[in-house]
């Protein structure tokens, strides 16, 4: 176990919400609550302030509704998100080479890899050590705010386990460290699931062997836990109990992929038989990814055509997911490219670029809105269509816009998407550098407005 605590975690505080409440001054210091907005959305972060109300993750849309019904309520920008992740991403690794990206908003981070390391061997006692990670940390976070505006806590140990726990205590916008030789004092008093590992399930089990906090997890022993919860589980949750943690910081998680194949017996011609197996194929694959608790952003579709010649097609998505109704579709959409006269002997489906995304997944939310508004737009357009014959009056094409979209109109330049309905838009022209601006109702049609890209949260100097 480490003797100086050099294992940072950072956790950017409501980060959806943040960079929302940044994007839009109207909106700062007010709730907001963004997720998936349709009959089954479920919210993906709420600010602070919409947090006092009781709102929290994963919560269905429809109760944070009721709890706070004067929130704004936002669909996700992930482009936005993206961006401003990559921005902290790049600070940390100004820290250190040994980043380990959880989610877009949190990261493991070994500072005895990076540039402060020597420092931080040569402190001769375990204060000065613990001075100089302070200050580190201190630095970091007015580094983060200086190029986003964003905040975020940060913890300090001498191990990810510990360094997790000091950041929950730290949030928000705050910083703790746990001196190394604490670590069984800390947990002692914390409920058993504040330990990585330890899900609802597992929990169930404890708590009717009678053991409830780590103090009587660490005092049950080995033989006990693992009698429990079997040899592998039980021993790592026994060390977890007494602090001991020596998982290191590992980098670029981003490299693997899960994957599935199966070889048949009797080459496949059938276009729907085809589709059938790859749909099969797509469902074992993302029961696979999940069982390692992680999401893709990449799927790949592999075909070995009757001749052996083999090729692969994938597709890059916006964002991570582990949604088995995206990584179908997706599959699906891969194999229609493919020319399979002749047969087809093997077929597989992958999916690469993972992340470890435990964040509620907006991004299938999105996708399946989009594809529920679509389908209703098409409607829509039925509908209007008859309309016309009937009155004569000719609609202009229905556009979609969504509450927290970036657009720009031609007279009044950028803002965004306040709410739409009956044919009509508001949008709030205000940007991250101007003051609260004003609000203007336009014709979902008008053609001077436009969809555009997400402002960067600081205007670069020049
Ligand atoms: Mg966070």
Redesign the pocket.
């Known amino acids: 176990m480490r003797t100086v605590p050099s294992i940072i975690h950072l956790?950017?505080?409501?980060?959806f919400a943040a960079v929302e409440q940044a994007s839009k001054p109207s909106l700062r210091g007010k709730p907001v609550i963004v997720g998936g907005l349709g009959g089954r959305g479920v919210v993906s972060t709420a600010s602070y302030e919409a947090r006092k109300f009781g709102v929290h993750s994963a919560m269905p849309m429809a109760q944070a509704r009721r709890l706070c019904p004067n929130a704004a309520f936002l669909t996700g920008r992930f482009a936005a998100y993206r961006a401003n992740s990559e921005i902290v991403m790049g600070l940390l690794r100004e820290r250190s080479p040994l980043v380990e990206p959880l989610s877009l908003?949190?990261a493991f981070v070994d500072l005895e890899a990076g540039p402060y390391g020597p420092a931080l061997a040569a402190a001769t006692t375990p204060a000065e050590a613990a001075q100089l990670v302070l200050a580190l940390a201190e630095d970091l976070r007015a580094d983060i705010v200086e190029h986003t505006g964003l905040t975020a806590s940060v913890g300090a140990a001498g191990s990810k386990l510990m360094a997790k726990i000091a950041s929950e205590r730290a949030k928000p916008d705050g910083l703790v460290l746990i001196e190394p030789g604490s670590e069984r004092a800390v947990l002692a008093p914390m409920p058993v699931r504040a330990l990585p590992g330890i899900g609802p399930a597992t929990e169930q089990a404890l708590r009717r062997a009678g053991l409830a906090t780590v103090a009587d997890l660490a005092e049950a022993g080995y033989g006990e836990l693992v009698a429990l919860l079997g040899k592998a589980h039980g021993a790592g949750v026994f060390q977890m109990s007494l602090g001991w943690d020596e998982r290191p910081v590992v980098p670029d998680r981003d490299a693997k992929s899960v994957s599935v194949e199966d070889t048949f017996e009797v080459d496949l011609a059938d276009r729907d038989r085809i589709t059938r197996e790859v749909e099969l194929l797509a469902a074992r694959c993302v029961r696979r990814l999940r069982a390692t608790g992680r999401s893709g952003r990449t799927v790949v579709l592999k075909v070995r055509r009757f001749d052996f010649s083999t090729l692969t097609r994938s597709e890059t998505l916006r964002g991570p997911t582990d949604d088995e109704e995206v990584i179908t579709a997706t599959a699906r959409r891969l194999a229609a490219q493919v020319d399979v006269t002749g047969g087809v002997r093997l077929l597989g489906v992958g999916v690469a670029q993972l992340a470890d995304f435990t964040q509620e997944d907006l991004f299938a939310q999105l996708e399946r809105e989009e594809k529920e508004a679509r389908e209703a737009g098409e409607q829509a357009v039925e509908q209007d269509v008859v309309v016309e014959e009937e009155a004569a009056v000719a609609e202009p094409a229905a556009r979609r816009w969504w509450p927290g979209q970036d657009v720009t109109h031609r007279e009044f330049g950028p803002g965004w998407v306040q709410g739409s309905g009956v044919g009509r838009v508001t949008v709030r022209f205000e940007t991250p550098y101007s003051g609260v601006g004003k609000v203007r109702t336009f014709a979902v049609g008008d053609e001077e407005l436009e969809p555009s890209e997400a402002l960067p949260l600081r205007a670069a100097a020049g």
């Open positions: 956790d950017m505080d409501a980060f908003d949190e």
